[in-house]
Nanobody
């Protein structure tokens, strides 16, 4: 069993930055692929970024490339999402998710994730 708790959301002006953090409890954190998703009201959950459990390789949605950076710290059981150059269209709830030893091709699929956090709101105003 893994519990995920996100923090770091908030209100920021367009062009600004936020750093989201996700703290995981439970064992074998290093064996979990970790992802960030976001979901606006009435829309499907959208992949943002993921970091692989094997070698720390990172994967990004096109909307996140060049602006967002995902990282993990296995010693602290945390994963972070550094978000720069934020845009109003980035406004929504962001979720941290964990999946046990996934296939590399599957990181983009929310249905493969085993555990989810409660979400943290990010609001970007122009």
């Amino acid at each position: 069993q893994v519990q995920l708790v996100e923090s770091g959301g908030g209100l920021v002006q367009a062009g600004g930055s936020l750093r989201l953090s996700c703290a995981a409890s439970g064992r074998k954190f290093s064996s979990y692929g970790m992802g960030w998703f976001r979901q606006a009201p009435g829309k499907e959950r959208e992949f943002v970024a993921a970091v692989d459990w094997r070698d720390g390789s990172t994967y990004y949605a096109d909307s996140a490339k060049g602006r967002f950076t995902i990282s993990r710290d296995n010693a602290k059981n945390t994963v972070a999402l550094q978000m720069n150059s934020l845009k109003p269209e980035d406004t929504t709830v962001y979720y941290c998710a964990a999946v046990y030893r996934p296939n590399l091709r599957d990181y983009y699929r929310p249905e493969i994730y085993d555990y989810w956090g409660q979400g943290t709101q990010v609001t970007v105003f122009s």
